[in-house]
């Protein structure tokens, strides 16, 4: 199939976008990467009248290093934050999971604020982001927010979006030397969609310990104080002090109550912690 007749616009920057998407007396989808609004279009489970190219505006693919963050804009693909063209603030986390995206072809289009605003449950980047702690930049017609990552998706393939709102940037907080993390999904062959994601960050120079269930029915399973499941972080190796029992507490109470899938999940979790990386 091809998509449905619809119209073009590539604006110059943020508001000459956002002027376009305020529009409500039709349907309007931004494009950016591609990866994923492109075969619904296709597929036509998409019918915009009009579509927003944003990928020539030159501020969602700037870079803003700040003291203790790094604020990437929307536009910033997953090969330029493998790749290191992008500067990494989390000790590899950030590049380690870029890698694992899909297929190169993909990476190489693919954006970090599509994928979050594309809102799959299975996706990478909603996982390792609330993980290391970071926030999404919103911008619309009453202004700008700024809301963490675990928050944005409210649900399989929705975001927190408000009408004429789009996502223009994410903060990605600078993490210390002490910090650790660690990532692993399930599929079932290289480029999938994860079935299991186990996700965490131990920077106890910081006061942070967070832990992220992934690959949900619906989002990310989200602990933002993980002490009970990891242990103060201190520890040589962190899986000794994995807590088993905490975790399946959490995720239990999260509504995660199928016997498999719950059992899967804390695996993915505990073989992130058993390859926890350091700075």
């Known amino acids: 199939m091809k998509p449905v007749n619809f119209d073009y616009a590539r604006p110059g920057d943020v508001n000459e976008a956002l002027k376009l998407i305020a529009d409500d007396s039709q349907t309007v989808k931004i494009m950016a990467g591609s990866q994923s609004l492109g075969p619904m279009l296709n597929m036509r489970l998409v019918q915009p009248d009009l579509l927003v190219d944003i990928t020539g505006i030159e501020e969602l693919r700037s870079v803003d290093q700040r003291a203790d963050e790094i604020v990437l804009g929307a536009c910033i693909t997953h090969a330029d934050i493998e790749d290191l063209r992008v500067p990494d603030v989390t000790c ?35 996982s390792i982001m609330a993980a290391v702690g970071a926030k999404v930049v ?68 910081r006061g942070v310990s967070r832990v992220v269930i992934g690959a949900t029915e619906s989002r990310p399973i989200v602990v933002t104080d993980a002490g009970r499941i990891l242990g103060d972080g201190r520890a040589k190796q962190l899986n000794t002090a994995f807590n088993s029992d905490a975790a399946a507490n959490a995720v239990e109470a999260a509504g995660m109550i199928d016997p498999l899938d719950k059992q899967t999940h804390i695996v993915a979790l505990r073989r992130a912690i058993e390859q926890a990386q350091s700075a």
């Open 92 to 126: 590899g986390a950030l590049p380690y999971v870029a890698r694992g995206i899909a297929y190169r072809a993909v990476r190489n289009r693919g954006t970090i604020g599509g994928s979050l605003t594309h809102a799959d449950p299975s996706a990478d980047w909603h």
């Open 138 to 205: 919103l911008r619309g017609p009453g202004g700008e927010r700024t809301i963490p990552v675990e928050d944005y998706m409210v649900g399989a393939l929705e975001a927190d979006l408000q009408l004429g709102e789009m996502l223009v940037g994410v903060k990605v907080p600078k993490l210390s030397r002490s910090a650790r993390w660690g990532y692993y999904k399930t599929c079932r062959k290289t480029g999938e969609f994860a079935h299991a994601i186990g996700s965490f960050l131990s920077d106890p120079d």
